[in-house]
């Protein structure tokens, strides 16, 4: 009732407007000023009225539209057109004097609860639980909406906070650019027709953006329109979905990208061979964690982890077989952590593991369970040609170091790597913890 409320609002408004632009067309039937303004009245109405149980003005507002497009392509006689446009304006005139449709007592098909006949209105769905990937917590995911039209852009957002997303909608498009760099969105919904901006200029420009890059676009479309599409595609667009839609589609498609593109995100931080993260990703969180746990007070702890006498196992059995100890190895780590820790490949069979909210005399008994784990299990691995198949054990040594007050990742670091070294000076198979400062944690 709300968005039908705004709508109202709107078309009320917008007919004042129509109507005196409508007075000086069929004074002069060729005002292209005049026609341009009653051609986006009926553009807005083409989009969003048949969302709001408005279907046959809807129609009519499609086909008011389509003729002045009409005149412009020198298809149809301007004082022809001017006409029907006079005819669209009464047909919104007569909505107008009926009033909204969900509200209307007559209106024996819809429930007693008008709201809930159009989906749109329906109360908003379940939010899914937010998906937890590789310990790392997704936010739900963030959508801007560019759309000239509030009724369209309020529709639209509707459909999207009941999917569960996060959604900014815009409406001024001239602001719209700044909008979007400033939320790096995990998605954008883009109308192609606004005042002053042109929606293709606007996703090339988004495109150019170097954190934009893969965003995906979703431009909003004149039903049937192949040219839009065709050009919003080659602006760089990803999709394109046409008004008025089906809420339905419009979260579907949505889904659909996003999934796309969280595996490719997901691809790019992790080892090929193992599964868990690469450096790179694991210095950017690490710099992010260490961030939160001081500015929270809260505990961290930084082990690193290296196998054993690797090269014994590459030697002896080749390879292949010390690739499948690592990720063995990999497998058995991330199951042994929480799921908000990070494990991390660090180097050739060196990993890093970021204990959160963690502080050293439990990381000290998480680390000495995995290394009591890893020598008691025996890894079947390919063997060189011609040799018999064989289990191989190997050991792990680490080097633990908790953050203290006044510490900075590179000094936290380096005492983890200090541990480790002395782990392996000590005759490798144990745990060691980092000296520390003396200070407490802060
Ligand atoms: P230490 O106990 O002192 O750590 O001895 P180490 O033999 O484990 O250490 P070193 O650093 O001398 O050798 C590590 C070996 O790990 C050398 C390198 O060829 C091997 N390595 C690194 N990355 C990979 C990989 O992805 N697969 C395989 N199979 N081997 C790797
Ligand atoms: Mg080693
Ligand atoms: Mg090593």
Not at 65 to 77: I, P
Not at 216 to 244: C, H, M, S, W
């Amino acid at each position: 009732v709300e968005i039908q409320q705004l709508f109202f609002r709107e078309l009320e408004a917008g007919y004042a407007w129509a109507r005196e632009a409508h007075g000086v067309l069929a004074e002069a039937p060729e005002d292209t000023a005049a026609r341009d303004a009653l051609r986006r009245f009926f553009h807005h109405i083409a989009g969003t009225a048949g969302s709001l149980q408005l279907e046959v003005l809807g129609a009519s507002a499609a086909l008011c539209e389509e003729l002045c497009n009409g005149v412009e392509r020198g298809e149809v006689a301007a004082a022809f057109a001017a006409r029907v446009l006079g005819e669209g304006l009464t047909a919104v005139e007569a909505t107008l004097a009926a009033g909204l449709p969900a509200l209307r007592p007559d209106d024996a098909d819809a429930p007693a609860d008008g709201a809930a006949a159009s989906p749109l209105l329906a109360p908003p769905a379940v939010v899914e639980p937010v998906a937890l990937v590789g310990g790392e917590e997704r936010e739900a995911p963030r959508v801007v909406v560019v759309d000239d039209d509030p009724v369209s852009g309020s529709i639209i957002d509707h459909c999207l906070r009941g999917a569960g997303f996060v959604s900014t909608v815009c409406t001024n498009a001239d602001d719209a650019l700044a909008v979007i760099v400033a939320e790096v969105p995990d998605l954008v919904v883009l109308d192609v027709v606004m005042p002053h901006v042109d929606g293709f200029e606007l996703c090339r420009r988004v495109r150019a953006h170097p954190a934009l890059q893969f965003t995906p676009v979703i431009f909003v479309t004149r039903q049937g329109d192949v040219g839009q599409r065709v050009r919003g595609l080659e602006a760089g667009g990803n999709d394109y979905i046409a008004k008025p839609f089906a809420p339905r589609e419009l979260v579907a498609r949505i889904r659909s990208h996003l999934q796309r593109i969280g595996a490719l995100k997901d691809l790019a931080i992790r080892d090929g061979l193992t599964r868990c993260y690469n450096h790179k990703y694991f210095k950017l969180r690490f710099e992010q964690e260490f961030n939160r746990a001081r500015r929270y007070g809260l505990d961290l702890t930084l082990a690193l982890l290296d196998v054993d006498h690797f090269k014994r196992v590459n030697d002896g059995h080749g390879h292949p077989a010390g690739d499948a100890v690592l990720s063995h190895l990999a497998s058995l780590l991330m199951a042994s952590v929480r799921s908000t820790d990070v494990v991390a490949r660090y180097g050739g069979e060196e990993f890093a593991i970021l204990l959160v909210h963690a502080g050293v005399s439990e990381s000290q008994v998480i680390l000495n369970r995995i290394r009591e784990r890893v020598a008691l299990q025996q890894v079947p691995v390919p063997q060189l040609p011609g040799a018999l198949p064989r289990d191989v054990s190997v050991t792990v040594s680490a080097g633990l170091a908790g953050r203290q007050f006044d510490d900075s990742p590179d000094a936290l670091l380096q005492r983890a790597d200090a541990a480790l070294y002395a782990a392996k000076a000590a005759g490798r198979n144990r745990v060691v913890l980092g000296l520390e400062p003396g200070r407490a944690a802060g």
